[in-house]
């Protein structure tokens, strides 16, 4: 969900794959391609998973419980709805049974609507059985804060840190004068020359042509809210929105997926320009 109380992005945590590049010029995706996207509207840090156990490996325990991190962000996002100042750190534990389900759930801290959900989420969890049928405490904390809005990618997530950071960067600004209406900071971010549509225009024809149309949006408009970026190929794509070739099964956003469009959208094509990653290609793919 790209907004919470009017105000709060979409969560994505994925990992990126290659696929290969459409004969149109679009970058035609794989069903296991899965972009870098925005940050979260809610922050969900948990810590104090990292102890020891003699019965049940740590890392299991701390791979069940971030696995299901969004359902603990919809509990969070669900009581932001009625109360946005809700925040806080909040102290959980369960047991880990003999069979490896989960019992005596506790959550206090926040609120008492978080906490109940938190409580009713954490029960459904499922574990390997411990070793020698023991049972096992587990305990940590949850931080529960709203994201500050200053970032367009969420740079803590396994598919952005995949790629380059220059490239995450020069996406961002790219996405801030875009979202800006800024015409003249967008177009100084091009190269000398960019293949729009598949004619080459220098960056002056480009901002005759945003003034004549009589804004960036209506130059280049894009249907979509969500900003995403990815390695397609050997090329790497910025596009506003899913492609009609990205898998939904395999998106996790934690939120609402976004249907694929059925008109043209536009991606945009970055690639090192004199060193610097610029939008070098605009093209128009369902």
């Known amino acids: 969900m790209r907004h919470v109380a009017g105000a709060l992005a979409a969560l994505v945590v994925v990992s990126q794959a290659a696929a290969s590049a459409s004969a149109r010029g679009g970058a035609?995706?794989?069903?296991?391609?899965?972009?870098?996207?925005?940050p979260p509207g809610v922050v969900v840090k948990i810590d104090g998973l990292d102890g020891k156990n003699a019965h049940l490996d740590p890392s299991l325990v701390r791979r069940v419980v971030r696995a299901n991190r969004s359902k603990l962000q919809y509990c969070f996002e669900a009581q932001l709805r009625a109360d946005p100042a809700v925040r806080g750190t909040m102290r959980v534990s369960f047991v880990v049974g003999a069979d490896g389900g989960v019992s005596d759930v506790a959550a206090a801290g926040v609120h008492a609507e978080v906490d109940a959900c938190f409580v009713k989420m954490l029960s459904g969890l499922r574990y390997p059985r411990p070793a020698d049928g023991a049972t096992v405490k587990v305990s940590f904390t949850v931080d529960l804060a709203v994201e500050d809005g200053t970032r367009v990618f969420d740079t803590d997530t396994a598919a952005c840190k995949a790629l380059p950071a220059a490239l995450i960067k020069a996406a961002s600004a790219w996405v801030r004068a875009y979202e800006a209406g800024d015409a003249k900071a967008l177009v100084k971010l091009l190269p000398a020359s960019v293949k729009v549509r598949g004619k080459a225009m220098t960056r002056a024809r480009i901002a005759k042509a945003i003034a004549a149309a009589g804004s960036v949006a209506d130059?280049?408009?894009?249907?979509?809210?969500?900003?995403?970026?990815?390695?397609?190929?050997?090329?790497?794509?910025?596009?506003?929105?899913?492609?009609?070739?990205?898998?939904?099964?395999?998106?996790?956003?934690?939120?609402?997926?976004?249907?694929?469009?059925?008109?043209?959208?536009?991606?945009?094509?970055?690639?090192?320009?004199?060193?610097?990653?610029?939008?070098v290609e605009i093209v128009e793919t369902p």
């Open 28 to 38: 035609e995706v794989s069903d296991d391609v899965e972009p870098c996207g925005p």
């Open 219 to 279: 130059w280049l408009p894009m249907s979509s809210s969500e900003w995403l970026v990815a390695r397609v190929g050997k090329r790497y794509v910025l596009r506003r929105g899913y492609s009609a070739a990205w898998s939904e099964g395999n998106l996790g956003t934690g939120g609402e997926l976004a249907s694929a469009v059925d008109e043209p959208e536009p991606e945009l094509i970055l690639r090192k320009v004199s060193g610097r990653w610029r939008v």
